[in-house]
Nanobody, 126 residues
Framework: QVRLVESGGQSVQAGGSLRLSCTLS????????AAWFRQAPGKEREFVAA????????YSDSVKDRFTIARDNAKNTLVFLQMDSLKAEDTAVYYC???????????????????WGMGTPVPVSS
């Protein structure tokens, strides 16, 4: 059974950096696409970034050029999210999501993903 566990969330000041990790157990790296979503208080869960099997990456406009999604096989990390130049509006609970790849998969929507972590909070103070 696929299990995802996020880590790295902590309080940070605006302008600072943080790295979130998503570790995988019970699944096969080479078959899974992965993404980060976030949910701010009182708001819908929204797409942040995604990584496909071939390494292609996708970002929401609000985090593009500030966040980076990548894989670290050496640390059993399905994906990590490097967050730079953080803003108060980045405050949210961040969730890792994954799914087996299939043709024409849409990486940007919540409904694509069957596997989710429990989330890690990232409060950004201004």
């Amino acid at each position: 059974q696929v299990r995802l566990v996020e880590s790295g969330g902590q309080s940070v000041q605006a302008g600072g950096s943080l790295r979130l990790s998503c570790t995988l157990s019970g699944g096969t790296f080479d078959r899974l696409v992965a993404a980060w979503f976030r949910q701010a208080p009182g708001k819908e869960r929204e797409f942040v970034a995604a990584r496909s099997l071939d390494g292609s990456t996708y970002y929401s406009d609000s985090v593009k050029d500030r966040f980076t999604i990548a894989r670290d096989n050496a640390k059993n990390t399905l994906v990590f999210l490097q967050m730079d130049s953080l803003k108060a509006e980045d405050t949210a609970v961040y969730y890792c999501a994954a799914n087996e790849y299939y043709r024409n998969i849409n990486l940007l929507v919540r409904e694509t993903y069957d596997y989710w972590g429990m989330g890690t909070p990232v409060p950004v103070s201004s």
